[in-house]
């Protein structure tokens, strides 16, 4: 899938939206997500069940000024309140989590910089923001400096990416924020009935409570590995 997703970001042309006089709304085709395109900047749908959106600053170079967003169906959760799912994964997301994450991409002395938990859209959304040494597919090696921010609902995964190098990263910052303060999770579709007896553990929301949590890990991965790559070639 990553090589799929890969040859999506080399060949794509950011131009889509034209630079306009503020910033532009975005909504999903599939109704999965909406959000806000910064003002001058592009997006392209990529056409890919997972990888849902590019979002691009204007005159970047070929590797900063990106956000990836990234829907993955998780059907296992459906049977959870968004209560129960805030309450499991709020303990979960750890540091720990985020440093495994960053690791499992194989990039060169990783650092997580930050982490935590922020209240949007009625749930929590876990970031994180972490650098790393990378070599590129041309060969060339930068240090990376991305922050990821994912949201968790009744039945998916939501997260969007944002990367520079990490001399430009600063430069783009308010319009990364921009992009995650306005992501909003649509179309879950499901509200579950609350059970009864106390709070819900990850053990009994699902049998195999790891792979839940490895699903996460692995989208995060995936979006972390993606990064790597230029925009275009």
């Known amino acids: 899938m990553l090589r799929k997703l890969s040859v999506a970001l080399a060949v794509i042309a950011f131009g889509s939206l034209a630079a306009s006089a503020a910033d532009t709304p975005y909504r ?3 109704g999965r997500f909406s959000v806000t395109v910064p003002d001058g900047w592009s997006a392209q749908a990529v056409g890919d069940s997972q990888i849902a959106l590019l979002i691009g600053a204007p ?3 070929d ?3 990106l956000c990836i967003v990234m829907v993955r169906d998780v059907p296992e959760l459906r049977s959870l309140t968004q209560a129960q799912i805030d309450e499991v994964f709020g303990k979960e997301m750890t540091r720990a989590f985020w440093e495994a994450a960053f690791q499992a991409t194989n990039a060169k002395d990783v650092t997580v910089e ?4 922020r209240a949007q859209n009625g749930h929590q959304a876990y970031y994180a923001v972490g650098s790393a040494t990378v070599t590129l597919p ?3 090696v930068l240090r990376a400096k991305t922050k990821l921010q994912m949201q968790v609902i009744p039945g998916s995964f939501h997260a969007v990416n944002c990367r520079a190098k990490a001399e430009t990263f600063a430069g783009y910052e308010a319009q990364f924020e921009k992009v995650f303060a306005s992501h909003i999770p649509l179309g879950s579709g499901y509200i579950a009935s609350l059970p009864q007896g106390g709070p819900v553990t990850l053990n009994q929301a699902r049998p195999n409570a ?3 949590l490895n699903a996460a890990r692995v989208m995060i991965s995936d979006q972390l590995r993606l990064s790597q790559y230029p925009r275009r070639r």
């Open 59 to 61: 005159d970047a170079d």
């Open 210 to 212: 790891r792979a839940t």
């Open 114 to 117: 930050d982490n935590g938990t």
């Open 28 to 30: 999903d085709g599939s």
């Open 63 to 65: 590797f900063s000024g």
């Open 138 to 140: 041309t060969g060339a």
